[in-house]
């Protein structure tokens, strides 16, 4: 369903640059014992990232430096891995225990001095594969109690966004809304449905919002024209213009379109789910009539239910 990387990155750092947001995740993702050490002040993201220019296309990395109820500080280190399927996710763990010597360095080099500050490593699981290592870095070693002095030795804590239900990824609505929105970039059928679901009046007016679709414009393969004008109908009329002005190189040559055009089971099954989200269950006649439409007929009743008031506008312009 996905056709880069590069976008993950951006629309990452979208939903995690402000520290608001930031603090809210860290809040619902760091462990209790941790978060009951946090000051109330938001965290500050730092500059810089310290994952190499090859890999930025499988990962992405924040930097926030939060403040304690002692009055000394840590750094939370956030890393997204986009994609599992190009190495074994224990590689991952060698990259955390590198940065946090990396943030030690950079401490020490901007005339820093002891002690540093602590690192918390958190993991967003991004990838196609469920997370499955070790709670600690030690795990990945085998050693008597000899050598175990002289193997490293950090935890860390993971957000494994294949394993979180869309309900429960955040208390703030626009968080919840992007990152389902980056999980079902991975591939699901149902992703209008559960889109529409997580899309209340407070992630429309969202000033990041037209960020979200410009994601799934461009990382979405199963987004055609109609799902797009259904998702974007609550937008203002200038996002919408916005969202319609960055789509028309992906449809104007019409290959989009002619992905779905012959799939009329799943533009049958796009109407009957904008028919439903709007005006409640569809009756079985409905249901049946829909079935027997052609696509071109289907692609304008979807974008007349964008505007009409009611199931039987929907069905029957003329009708007031």
Known sequence: MTRGSSHHDHIAKTLLGRPATAATFLRERLPPAIVALMSPDPPVRLSGSFIDSDQRDSDTDLLCRIGLRSGGCALAQVLIEHDGRRRPTSAVLSKLLRYIALTGEDHFASGGKPPLPPVIPLVICHGTRPWAEPPDYSGLYDVGPELAPFVPKFAY??????????????????????????KLARGRRDFRRRLLALATDEVDRDDRIVQLFIYMINVYTDLDRPTLDMLAAPLSKEERD????????LYADGKADGRAEGRTEGKTELLLEMLEYRFGPVPNEVRSRVSRLDPGSITLMVRRALEAASLEQALNPRKD
Do not use: H, I
Request: some cysteine.
């Open 157 to 182: 804590t993971v957000f494994d966004m294949r394993t979180t239900v869309d309900e429960e990824r955040s208390c703030d609505p626009f968080l919840r809304f992007g990152l389902a929105v980056m």
């Open 242 to 249: 916005e969202v319609a002005t960055m789509a028309q190189r």
